[in-house]
């Protein structure tokens, strides 16, 4: 079955640290892939999204997240979180043969502490 | 309006009630879908138009889901005779990307459904 697999449920960083949340997905194909943030209340803003091309894209708020093919993995990172940071980071693919709708991993919960 | 819009933010339903969720799109997005957000979960994919015509209805969990988007505009998804487990948060998306395509989908704030 088509999964988005987020190992992480809670990752918690001192600021100014860095940051990685992984990502792993198990398709045949290459999907477009997307990293998403949801804040308590808020609705989920796209941070950086990949379909072609470079590998290492740059997304807002300094965010990037690397496509590796060989692992079938796209994680984010960020070189020094800030407290406005925490929230939950979904990754989401859309698989084509499948229609155009996302299919999101479970969520990486990050709490910052100064 | 910029962005899109989701009414009510909340609803508290009885069990048994039926309740009408309403997603003003992106204006000019062809393409609106609805996801299903239950706690601590991530979003799963409920249903999916481009323009008026429903196009992928695979997500929806039962018959007493139903979706319109009678004018290729504002969508109502609604919920007949309620139970607990339809308690969540309903996210519209909308996108301007058609069949076929694929393009960054923008989210609604989201209606949280409490059902007692």
Redesign the interface.
């Known amino acids: 079955a088509q999964s988005v697999t987020q190992p992480d449920i809670h990752i918690t960083v001192s600021e100014g640290a860095s940051l990685e949340l992984r990502c792993n997905y198990s398709y045949g194909a290459t999907p477009y892939l997307f990293w998403y943030v949801q804040s308590p209340g808020q609705g989920l803003q796209l941070l950086l999204k990949y379909f072609s091309g470079d590998t290492l894209v740059q997304g807002i708020k300094g965010f990037e997240a690397e496509f590796k093919r060989s692992q079938s993995s796209f994680n984010l990172r960020k070189p020094s979180v800030h407290w406005s940071d925490a929230a939950e980071y979904f990754c989401a693919v859309v698989l084509m043969e499948y229609g155009n709708k996302l299919v999101f991993g479970a969520g990486t919960i990050l709490r910052v502490k100064s | 309006g910029a962005g899109?819009s989701q009414s009510p933010r909340y609803k508290v339903a009885k069990r048994g009630q039926d309740v009408a969720l309403r997603c003003d799109p992106i204006s000019g997005h062809v393409?609106l879908?609805w996801?299903q957000q239950a706690l601590?979960?991530?979003?799963?994919?409920l249903t999916?138009f481009q323009n008026e015509a429903q196009?992928?209805k695979?997500?929806l969990p039962s018959d007493r889901f139903f979706a319109e988007r009678p004018e290729g505009s504002v969508s109502t998804l609604k919920i007949q005779r309620t139970q607990q487990e339809d308690s969540a948060v309903y996210?519209c998306?909308s996108?301007s990307?058609g069949?076929?395509?694929?393009d960054?989908?923008?989210?609604?704030?989201?209606t949280r459904l409490t059902v007692l």
């Open positions: 899109v393409s879908f996801y601590g979960q991530g979003p799963e994919f999916y196009l992928d695979s997500g996210l998306a996108s990307a069949w076929g395509g694929t960054t989908q923008y989210f609604g704030p989201g």
